[in-house]
């Protein structure tokens, strides 16, 4: 079944305790990208990747890293997390870039 | 960067009725539209996209309309159903340099009425 899977669903961290949540696809795309989704402001990009080796910053890439090392994985990284980190966080991917996005269940964040 | 508006934030419609969500952006280099529909607790999923060079795509009860002059886009619903019900996302993206940013708007909330 093609899908895009993100883990874990539900975390609870405490403030600075580096964390990655991680993605995967098994559709072959080659665009990736990293959203939060907080009540009010609707869904901001974090980053995105149009390839391997290739991410380029989102509206809201302040506290977050990523990485593209195989076309399947997009891994998203916190290293040093913070209270407003708290959201939910969407990974989703694309065949190209201006084509519809495959979400994934979404990871629910909590940083305490 | 691109800054995209959507109104209303929230709408009601009876059921049977058309149902219009607007949404401007600022960028004039963004070329692609896409809406999305996101049910409670749910993914996003999307419902239709409109590049630049098309001022109007439809896809049954859908619509979506594109000024690329006025920077407005607009999503059409007729005939509402209460499976309708959800909230709406507009999103914008240009392509210049390579870029495939893609920037949304805050939501509307359809409530569709029996």
């Known amino acids: 079944e093609a899908q895009v899977t993100q883990n874990p669903r539900y975390l609870i961290t405490v403030t600075g305790k580096k964390l990655t949540v991680t993605c995967s696809q098994n559709?072959?795309?080659?665009?990736m990208s990293w959203y939060r989704q907080d009540p009010g402001l609707g869904l901001r990009q974090i980053y995105y990747s149009m390839n391997v080796e290739v991410t380029d910053k989102g509206d809201v890439p302040e506290g977050y890293k990523v990485s593209r090392k195989e076309k399947r994985n997009f891994p998203l990284i916190l290293e040093s997390p913070s209270p407003n980190q708290t959201s939910l966080y969407f990974c989703a991917s694309s065949l190209l870039g201006h084509s519809p996005l495959h979400f994934g269940n979404g990871t629910r964040l909590t940083v305490t | 960067g691109e800054n995209v508006e959507q109104h209303p934030s929230t709408l009601s419609v009876q059921e049977g009725d058309s149902a219009v969500i607007k949404c401007t952006y600022s960028d004039s280099a963004s070329n692609y539209f896409p809406w999305y529909k996101q049910e409670l607790g749910k993914r996003p999923q999307l419902i239709i996209d409109?590049?630049?060079?098309?001022g109007e795509k439809k896809d049954q009860r859908i619509a979506v309309t594109l000024n690329k002059t006025a920077k407005h886009f607009s999503l059409h619903i007729t005939e509402t159903q209460p499976e309708d019900s959800a909230v709406y996302f507009c999103a914008a993206s240009p392509s210049g340099a390579g870029s495939y940013q893609l920037t949304f708007g805050k939501g509307t909330k359809l409530s569709v009425i029996p």
């Open positions: 559709m072959n795309h080659e665009y």
């Open positions: 409109i590049r630049s060079n098309v």
